[in-house]
């Protein structure tokens, strides 16, 4: 028998791999090649199965409903604003397999170590308690309405289901959503056909003008786009070698198709008269026959669930992408169980109104989205010669900063919500001067943020 050289290295099998029922232990570091697994068509599930949900149907009902849309104007906003973030959904996927780093990570090299720890912390505060309560509410609605459980009941038994799903993590996340897609397409494809044939397409709007139209697309461009800030999440498993324009092409689609086909359902459903004393989901299934709204009350939880498992994994990412020196034992699962705790009570508290809530939600996280986004995709086109071993190198470098990174996003914030932002609480400047302006927030603070920061990295230092 002989023997191999003790000089000999031992390549070390992966310990996490593919595995679908095992609680994934990585943070922000970058995912080792032996763990890397997976096709970019996965991508496609990932990113289409949360939006096949009730929060999705209620962008195109408010847009015609609050912002004074006939159906057609609604649609046309909500198609492009839909189209815009899930463009920008797929190029900063792509920095997924090449890095192999959560996506609020990757945010170092615009912001700095440092600095990312502000929009880092800002979206763990959007995903897990924002759009956590937010879905959380819709199913728990959903839940009462299906069983007469009392809405608070109905809330924690929907909130388990989801922690739990990201709590083991990436790769059971991957493989729930993949199931949940043709149960919710078939669904909602059920639930279209029959909301069509009852619709008013030619209803006239409430004169919502270009005001409401703006709007309406802010509305759609900030949940598409909202999904930006974890982007890379879902696709640092795969392998660096993984088709880009398939890496690209794949969370786009998903995104795009979901949201457009349900949200388009919202707004046709909306020119159908409901009961005014009816919950938001009440109104939404009242015209369908009682079987089939059963199981759109079921699509409904489900799908709740799909997109809270993304939002409360995520939420976790962007935390452990502060690069805090936390305890062994606060890890990324762990760090899951306490967003959703903080969601829960958030949700919690937003049961009594939650339309308004929502409508309001859907604007603010635009607010801060534009400008972030506007500086990270600035900063990948100026790194486009950079090798790829330099970049790596520095976002581990705990003493890299980027100051023109921050001070960008600040001012295209401090700039855009003062001056344009439209909501009940509170109108800026512009849309009280002329109306028709609508709500522009966040197409200013991005425009603000990218123009900005391109001057000042390009400026001698």
């Known amino acids: 028998m002989t023997t191999a050289p003790t000089s000999t290295p031992v390549e070390l099998g992966p310990e996490y791999g593919d595995k679908v029922i095992a609680v994934e232990t990585a943070g922000s570091e970058p995912i080792p090649l032996a763990e890397r697994h997976g096709s970019p068509r996965g991508l ?3 990113w289409a199965s949360p939006n096949i949900e009730f929060a999705t149907v209620y962008i195109g009902v408010i847009s015609v409903l609050f912002f004074g849309l006939n159906f057609w104007q609604a649609s046309a906003a909500l198609l492009l604003g839909t189209a815009l973030g899930a463009v920008t959904h797929g190029v900063l996927s792509l920095d997924g397999p090449r890095f192999g780093v959560p996506q609020m990570a990757i945010g170092r090299f615009a912001f700095g170590y440092k600095g990312n720890a502000l929009p880092s912390g800002v979206n763990a505060l959007v995903a897990g308690v924002g759009w956590f309560a ?4 819709s199913a728990a609605f959903a839940l009462n309405t299906l069983t007469g459980l009392r809405p608070l009941p109905s809330l924690l038994l929907v909130v388990v289901a989801e ?36 619709a008013d397409l030619g209803a006239p709007g409430a004169g919502g003008g270009m005001g409401g139209f703006l709007l309406a697309f802010s509305a759609a461009w900030g949940y598409a786009a909202g999904w930006n800030p974890g982007a890379t999440d879902y696709s640092r498993y795969l392998p660096p070698t993984a088709t880009r324009w398939k890496v690209a092409l794949y969370p786009a689609l998903g995104l795009f198709v979901s949201i457009s086909a349900v949200s388009l359902i919202g707004a046709a459903s909306a020119t159908i008269v409901a009961p005014q ?41 962007s935390i452990t992408s502060l690069g805090l ?49 506007g500086v990270v995709l600035v900063e990948r086109w100026l790194q486009a010669r950079t090798p790829d071993a330099e970049l790596t190198q520095r976002l581990g470098d705990r003493a890299f900063s980027n ?13 855009s919500v003062p001056l344009f932002s ?40």
């Open 44 to 46: 496609l599930w990932t």
């Open 134 to 137: 937010v879905n959380s509410v």
């Open 163 to 198: 922690i739990v799903i990201g709590f083991i993590g990436h790769n059971f996340v991957h493989a729930f959503e993949r199931y949940a897609l043709p149960v919710l397409a078939v669904i909602f494809l059920l639930a279209g056909v029959w909301t069509f044939r009852e």
């Open 277 to 317: 004393s009816a919950t938001p989901t009440a109104a939404f299934t009242g015209h369908l026959p009682s079987w089939l709204g059963n199981l759109v009350l079921l699509a409904i939880i489900l799908g709740a669930v799909s997109a809270n498992a993304l939002n409360v994994y995520s939420s976790a990412m």
């Open 325 to 373: 020196k936390l305890p062994t034992w606060l890890g990324r699962s762990a760090i899951v169980v306490l967003c959703g705790l903080a969601g829960t009570a958030a949700a919690w508290a937003s049961l009594a109104d939650a339309g308004h809530a929502y409508e309001a939600f859907l604007l603010v996280i635009a607010y801060w989205v534009g400008p972030w986004l």
């Open 403 to 415: 100051w023109p990174g921050i001070a960008s996003l600040l001012l295209g914030v401090a700039v």
């Open 422 to 461: 439209n909501q009940e609480k509170y109108v800026g400047w512009v849309p009280e001067q002329w109306p028709s302006f609508g709500d522009i927030t966040c197409l200013v603070g991005f425009a603000v943020s990218a123009g900005l920061y391109a001057a000042l990295r390009r400026a001698p230092r």
